[in-house]
């Protein structure tokens, strides 16, 4: 009788597994694609997005390592660090980097960097306050103290924020460029619609891996959690691919529009 009861359980570990795997190669292949664009073109909002999809290969191998062979500390505190604390301020580094240019990018990128390291640091350290089950995905709340779990909290919380704020700025700024009549730019370059709809994508690629979030820690759901893992990187590298140009100039180099009040008075008269 034994036998048949873990047959679906093995079989639901093994799609697991799977679905960890294919996220770790996914972004694995996505981390090498950004890297040959910035050795191209050295721009730094690719830097930082290589460095996030080179974490979410790190985070998604860690699931891919507990789900085949076991939950262990090293594998959870891997898991927590570049799952869930460090992969989303670097990818809204490159947002940074993207919208607001290199000088506000090389303070964001000091600031961000040694958070992180203080972050790393204070999650090696944190003892462990309960036991890890080696066949279930731990919860951050009935592992680490509240250090860990408010590092995490923040890193991807407000890094989301800036990431989704981000786009909503950038759609914003193309309806402005818009109503200024600003004259559109060749395929190959970043024009302010294709920048938007890469932000709009980038933000919906996050929205998708924070909903993967909730249905683990909520409804420990961990297929839903490792299959939104897959679909939130492609959606994400999906948005990256639309900032790929020839042209070095990003949005702020576009000409500026006139203010929507006095193109409202120019159309009145």
Request: hydrophobic share 55%.
């Amino acid at each position: 009788m034994p036998v048949p009861t873990m047959q679906p359980y093995a079989a639901a570990m093994s799609l697991h597994a799977a679905l960890a795997a294919a996220a770790t190669l996914l972004s694995l292949a996505f981390a090498l694609s950004t890297f040959e664009r910035w050795l191209s073109g050295h721009r730094r909002h690719e830097a930082a997005w290589t460095i996030s999809l080179a974490m979410f290969a790190a985070g998604s191998a860690s699931l891919w390592v507990g789900a085949a062979i076991g939950w262990g500390e090293w594998s959870f505190k891997s898991f927590y660090l570049f799952g869930a604390i460090l992969n989303v301020p670097f990818l809204a580094l490159g947002t940074i980097e993207l919208l607001a240019g290199p000088v506000h990018g090389r303070r964001w990128k000091a600031i961000i960097s040694l958070l992180g390291a203080f972050c790393a640091g204070l999650l090696i350290s944190a003892p462990l306050l309960g036991s890890i089950d080696p066949d279930v995905l731990p919860q951050g709340r009935e592992i680490f103290g509240p250090g860990p779990r408010i590092a995490a909290a923040v890193g991807s919380g407000v890094a989301a924020l800036v990431i989704i704020g981000g786009a909503l700025w950038s759609a914003w700024r193309l309806l402005r460029l818009r109503r200024s009549g600003a004259a559109g730019a060749s395929p190959s370059e970043l024009t302010p619609g294709r920048l938007a709809l890469a932000n709009l994508l980038i933000a919906a690629g996050t929205l998708i891996l924070s909903a993967g979030g909730v249905l683990n820690s909520v409804v420990d759901e961990m297929n839903g959690f490792a299959l939104s893992l897959v679909a939130g990187i492609a959606v994400i590298f999906a948005g990256f691919l639309l900032t790929n140009t020839d042209d070095r100039r990003t949005l702020r180099s576009l000409p500026e529009p006139a203010p929507w009040h006095a193109d409202t008075a120019e159309r009145a008269a």
